[in-house]
């Protein structure tokens, strides 16, 4: 995410798959210890569950359909709230076990954010409003394959041809988002502070002269405008002493003994209700 690299590429057949149904396969590699963020599309009380149980942090948004019960208040004032919560009051859907909800006003707007880092002095609110942020990096990253690299428009309908034209645009995109770094670095800059779209237009001229694109950049970047102050939101977050907040005790983060968990079958309306058992800290499935 911070050198807006592709690590891995996978093929589905079926684009209108929901991305709940491939999203364990897309982290079935990653590591304990690892830190995810994903937006309310991926809320689930399951795959929340399973990313805790392998060692996996998480940042996501709060969901306002989400029920839950406070377990713990770690900081509470001036609109701000850090708890520790169980997810999920009714009898048939239910997250087995606890994460942490901050929340707090900022200029009429309700932010909120879910974790499993239960230790705020390990993360601070600060810490996880600035991380999720960073999440649509992705976003940047798709736009420039998509919009600067032309992969909105496809060579073909042949599923060779697309997969190729597919890997020609991330090879670029790696190259550029490599000289995207290394000129930030140079100039002394923050890498958003360069544009990425003005770079891959600017890129081809410099090479059909023979110019090396990295010293061009360093050299001429402010005036041509690849240079210039970052317009990425930012958010004000309240600022909190630490010595202000009690982290939890030990009784306060563990894990319900037993679960359900419900999905919506879409399209359909149906409900499957599962009813989950935590025995020697595995999950077993009953019904």
């Known amino acids: ?53 392998r060692g996996i942090w998480w940042i996501s948004r709060y969901a306002h359909q989400v029920s839950y019960q406070v377990s713990h208040v770690c900081y509470q004032a001036d609109g701000v709230l850090d708890a520790i919560v169980y997810l999920g009051t009714s009898s048939s859907n239910q997250a087995r076990d606890p994460v942490r909800l901050v929340q707090f006003w900022l200029h009429g707007r309700h932010y909120r954010y879910l974790t499993n880092v239960l230790d705020p002095h390990v993360l601070k609110l600060s810490d996880v409003v600035n991380l999720y942020v960073r999440r649509w990096d992705i976003e940047l990253a798709f736009r420039a394959i998509k919009d600067h690299l032309n992969l909105h428009h496809l060579w073909s309908a042949k599923r060779a041809v697309v997969q190729v034209q597919l890997w020609c645009c991330l090879i670029l995109a790696q190259v550029y988002h490599a000289l995207q770094v290394e000129i930030a670095g140079q100039a002394g800059v923050e890498v958003f502070e360069v544009s990425l779209d003005l770079l891959i237009r600017l890129t081809p001229g410099w090479l059909s002269r023979r110019l090396t694109p990295l010293e061009h950049a360093v050299r001429f970047g402010r005036d041509l405008g690849l240079i210039r102050p970052s317009t990425r939101h930012h958010i004000e977050v309240p ?49």
């Open 239 to 287: 600022w909190i002493d630490p010595c202000w907040v009690v982290p939890p005790p030990p009784e306060a983060v563990q894990p319900r003994e037993m679960v359900r968990y419900r999905s919506q079958t879409r399209g359909t309306g149906t409900k499957r209700v599962g009813l989950v058992r935590l025995k020697a800290g595995k999950l077993h499935l009953l019904e």
């Open 1 to 53: 995410m911070r050198l807006q690299q592709w690590v891995r590429v996978d093929y589905w057949s079926n684009a209108r798959d929901h991305c709940k149904t491939h999203v364990l396969t897309l982290v079935e590699r990653v590591q304990a210890g690892t830190l995810l963020l994903f937006d309310r599309g991926y809320l689930s009380f399951a795959f929340f569950d399973q990313l805790s149980a």
